[in-house]
């Protein structure tokens, strides 16, 4: 939580969740707990099917949050990886 940048990326991450949990439970009506769960699952790209958006506004807010939020999380898993992999060589060129 060091990195200025990884710290940015989670930061983005929790709005992005909050920002989708929060219309979805606007605009389909879900609990919380629904819509949350639809947020992750949409985000993680697992979408198992047992809830979809119904309405024309949802649909097209998925649309765009699936394209953005995604691309986001990539982002967020890369640079994980890259903190890791910088240090797994730091501590393999002390050996």
């Not at 629904?34 to 993680?44: A, K």
């Not at 198992?48 to 691309?71: C, H, N, R």
Request: net charge neutral; hydrophobic share 50%; aromatic share 18%.
């Amino acid at each position: 939580m060091r990195d200025p940048e990884f710290r940015g990326l989670v930061y983005v991450l929790l709005f992005f969740i909050a920002l989708g949990t929060t219309f979805f439970h606007l605009a389909e009506g879900w609990t919380l707990v629904d819509s949350f769960y639809f947020t992750v699952t949409t985000l993680t790209t697992v979408g198992y099917g047992d809830l979809s958006p119904t309405t024309d506004l949802s649909k097209l807010f998925a649309a765009f949050f699936i394209i953005f939020g995604v691309a986001m999380l990539f982002g967020f898993i890369h640079k994980i990886v890259e903190h890791t992999t910088k240090r797994e060589r730091a501590k393999n060129s002390l050996n």
